[in-house]
């Protein structure tokens, strides 16, 4: 019988150190679980566990099949589709593919090619047009629409921005309504608004903020004309700009931000360098003072543009200042109502000051109240329409005048050569609307002009030698041609003709001038030629080469020599406010000398010298009669067409002998007008 094996115990080792502390430290952690656990709240836990209930099985959308034999078969989806994850592992290697796939089409984004210039502008111009067509057909509720734009515009690429402007453009000009959109903040906090209404103030408020970003492109898109000049091919984008705020301007001028408007093109006129953007700029700002009733708009323009140029200490193109000509000031409108009455139509004061009585037309107690409200509706209109008053328009002309008036005298001050022109004829202009009070002191400015003038033509040859290469040319006689004009225009604008006695003006200095240059100005080469005419320079002169014409469209200053002095000579012997003071030595003076002078001038002058004495034999035939009798002279002496004075000449004591000479002229037009003046003439004598 065999022996049971030996049964082996297991020994357990010592207890060491460690061990011990471990199962001290394993008491302590269960200790302090079991004091936490008498703080913990299980009804709450409960409550905001989830319950747990049956999944919903995955609805089978397949289709039955019907088998051969009758019965119907459902099918089910494959079971790739709704198997679920048996295990961790499965999820976390899947996991695992799921990010290593986001990883690879990550990669993929950032790989893909770049779509071709052509294909975004194409895209852009789609865009466009789908947003533009939004906004056209309902504003109202597309309001972030207008974000979406400026959006697109930020691309890179020249042509999408220019395409983007231009968009705009015609979107903004449908969009902005006919008034001018006030800010929220002066609207009442607690103000209770109707539905419609708030939703027309939020359209309102994304117009003017997208339209204030607009603006704000078009400035510095403009700002960079300067550094794109002759880069790229076609139409730069600064063009682009100007042109879209000189439309913007000249179409909704009432809108908001007109202000910023107006400084991009006045910011474009400061340049010298005259580019069909600058006749842009022009034409703009001419349409803006031609068309604008209202006086603040051109007063906002002329005060910018008088700060422009007192910055650039006035060294800006001539056609610049010449668009004050084109202002409506206080002449151009009429029909105005009296400030010390009241005007009625249909004759409403009757013969003996009272108002007739008429006949109260019979209304119902509704058509009162329908009357009632349309005169409330009306009284609203116009003050959303913003009609000013003439007092408020003639404020704002009077502080236009003031500035106008400022720049024109800091010019004749300064001696601008060539801005002289067009502040002359701007004062002849306005010369009707200058106070009496400042006669004297412009009719003094004007004197020294032409002082400086006449100075100027003795010492041509020491200012040849000392002039500046680029230093523009002046014409000395024009501008005292110029300066006459304007001081007789002054005295005809208004009645100070009438008053010459207590405001002290003499214009005795114009008039001795005026005659003084008659013979020069007959032996000038260009008397026939304008400011702004085309003619070859003189190869012997040393500065032609740098003397430039502007031959470019220009609608002031364009009176030849000729011209200004046929104006100047109608002022002196034929003023229309006095036409029979003219005193007979003045006359009988003018009327030699002119004879004299038509000797030397061309023919087309020699003819306006002719009809002009025709129409001074006309009117004073009787006063210079005596000039063409040989036979009885009324004066002793000697005839001196050099005196210094038109009185001390001795006109009396010579007679016409320049109508012998002139009847065997070449031009058939000036012998017929020599006749015409003796026929005249032998006729006064009868």
Same mark, same amino acid.
């Given at each position: 019988m065999a022996s049971r094996p030996t049964k082996k115990r297991k020994l357990t080792p010592p207890q060491s150190d460690d061990e011990g502390a471990s199962r001290k430290s394993s008491s302590k952690i269960q200790k302090s679980f079991l004091v936490n656990a008498a703080n913990w709240d299980l009804e709450q836990d409960y409550e905001t566990k989830a319950r747990k209930g049956k999944k919903k099985e995955k609805e089978n959308t397949r289709l039955p099949l019907k088998l051969p034999g009758g019965r119907v078969q459902h099918v089910s989806a494959p079971a790739d589709d709704l198997r679920s994850l048996e295990s961790d592992d499965d999820w976390l290697e899947g996991g695992e593919d799921e990010s290593e796939d986001e990883e690879r089409k990550g990669k993929r984004v950032e790989e893909k090619p770049e779509i071709p210039e052509h294909q975004q502008i194409l895209e852009a111009k789609e865009e466009l047009a789908k947003i533009a067509l939004m906004l056209n057909e309902s504003p109202d509720e597309n309001g972030g629409a207008f974000k979406a734009l400026a959006k697109i515009g930020q691309s890179k690429i020249p042509a999408i921005q220019k395409l983007t402007l231009a968009t705009q453009l015609a979107v903004y000009k449908d969009v902005i309504p006919g008034y001018r959109i006030r800010p929220v903040a002066e609207d009442g906090p607690e103000e209770k608004l109707s539905k419609d209404v708030r939703r027309l103030r939020t359209f309102e408020q994304s117009l003017i903020a997208g339209y204030q970003a607009y603006v704000r492109d078009l400035t510095r898109y403009a700002k960079t004309a300067r550094h794109q000049e002759g880069k790229g091919q076609g139409q730069s984008i600064a063009s682009v700009a100007i042109t879209c705020a000189c439309t913007l301007l000249t179409t909704v001028p009432h809108f908001n931000f007109r202000g910023d408007l107006i400084k991009i093109l006045v910011g474009k006129l400061s340049t010298r360098h005259i580019d069909e953007d600058f006749n842009k700029c022009?034409?703009? $700002?001419?349409?803006?003072?031609?068309?604008?009733?209202?006086?603040?708009?051109?007063?906002?323009? /002329?005060?910018?543009?008088?700060?422009?140029?007192?910055?650039?200490?006035?060294?800006?193109?001539?056609?610049? /200042?010449?668009?004050?000509?084109?202002?409506?000031?206080?002449?151009?409108?009429?029909?105005?109502?009296?400030?010390?009455?009241?005007?009625?139509?249909?004759?409403?004061?009757?013969?003996?000051?009272?108002?007739?009585?008429?006949?109260?037309?019979?209304?119902?107690?509704?058509?009162?109240?329908?009357?009632?409200?349309?005169?409330?509706?009306?009284?609203?209109?116009?003050?959303?329409?913003?009609?000013?008053?003439?007092?408020?328009?003639?404020?704002?002309?009077?502080?236009?005048?003031?500035?106008?008036?400022?720049?024109?005298?800091?010019?004749?001050?300064?001696? /601008?050569?060539? =801005?002289?022109?067009?502040? =002359?004829?701007?004062?002849?202009?306005?010369?009707?609307?200058?106070?009496?009070?400042?006669?004297?002191?412009?009719?003094?400015?004007?004197?020294? $002009?032409?002082?400086?003038?006449?100075?100027?033509?003795?010492?041509?040859?020491?200012?040849?030698?000392?002039?500046?290469?680029?230093?523009?040319?002046?014409?000395?006689?024009?501008?005292?041609?110029?300066?006459?004009?304007?001081?007789?225009?002054?005295?005809?604008?208004?009645?100070?003709?009438?008053?010459?006695?207590?405001?002290?003006?003499? $214009?005795?200095?114009?008039?001795?001038?005026?005659?003084?240059?008659?013979?020069?100005?007959?032996?000038?080469?260009? $008397?026939?030629?304008?400011?702004?005419?085309?003619?070859?320079?003189?190869p012997d002169k040393p500065s032609s080469h740098t003397a430039t014409t502007n031959t470019k469209s220009n609608k002031v200053n364009l009176q030849t020599t000729t011209v200004l002095l046929i104006r100047c000579l109608t002022a002196i012997l034929l003023p229309h406010w006095n036409i029979r003071s003219v005193p007979p030595l003045r006359l009988a003076a003018f009327t030699k000398q002119l004879a004299t002078a038509s000797l030397h001038m061309p023919e087309k002058s020699a003819q306006a010298i002719l009809a002009l004495l025709a129409d001074v034999g006309n009117t004073h035939g009787r006063k210079i009669a005596a000039l063409w009798n040989t036979e009885e002279r009324k004066g002793d002496g000697t005839f001196n067409p050099l005196s210094e004075s038109v009185e001390s000449s001795n006109p009396f004591a010579a007679t016409v002998?320049?109508?012998?000479?002139?009847?065997?002229?070449?031009?058939?037009?000036?012998?017929?007008?020599?006749?015409?003046?003796?026929?005249?003439?032998?006729s006064a004598e009868r």
């Open positions: 022009l034409s703009a $700002l001419e349409t803006l003072f031609k068309e604008d009733e209202e006086g603040r708009p051109a007063m906002e323009a /002329v005060s910018l543009l008088s700060k422009m140029m007192k910055a650039k200490e006035y060294q800006v193109n001539e056609s610049v /200042v010449n668009l004050f000509l084109h202002l409506r000031l206080l002449s151009d409108f009429s029909g105005k109502g009296s400030k010390d009455s009241v005007d009625r139509s249909n004759g409403a004061v009757g013969p003996n000051g009272k108002k007739p009585k008429v006949k109260k037309e019979f209304r119902t107690k509704r058509e009162r109240k329908q009357i009632k409200e349309q005169k409330a509706l009306q009284k609203d209109m116009a003050q959303a329409d913003a009609l000013v008053s003439h007092e408020e328009r003639d404020r704002m002309e009077g502080e236009t005048l003031k500035l106008v008036f400022g720049t024109y005298f800091r010019i004749l001050k300064l001696r /601008v050569p060539h =801005l002289m022109g067009a502040v =002359l004829e701007g004062l002849s202009r306005y010369a009707h609307l200058i106070n009496q009070d400042f006669f004297g002191d412009l009719l003094e400015a004007l004197k020294d $002009l032409i002082r400086h003038s006449a100075a100027s033509e003795d010492d041509v040859e020491e200012e040849k030698e000392d002039e500046d290469e680029e230093a523009p040319i002046r014409n000395p006689s024009r501008e005292a041609l110029l300066c006459t004009t304007t001081a007789f225009a002054l005295l005809a604008g208004q009645d100070a003709h009438n008053a010459r006695a207590d405001l002290h003006l003499d $214009l005795s200095f114009f008039t001795t001038h005026l005659y003084q240059i008659l013979f020069p100005l007959s032996l000038n080469p260009d $008397l026939e030629l304008g400011a702004r005419s085309l003619h070859l320079p003189d002998w320049e109508g012998e000479i002139l009847r065997r002229h070449y031009c058939p037009k000036v012998r017929e007008g020599v006749k015409i003046v003796e026929k005249i003439l032998s």
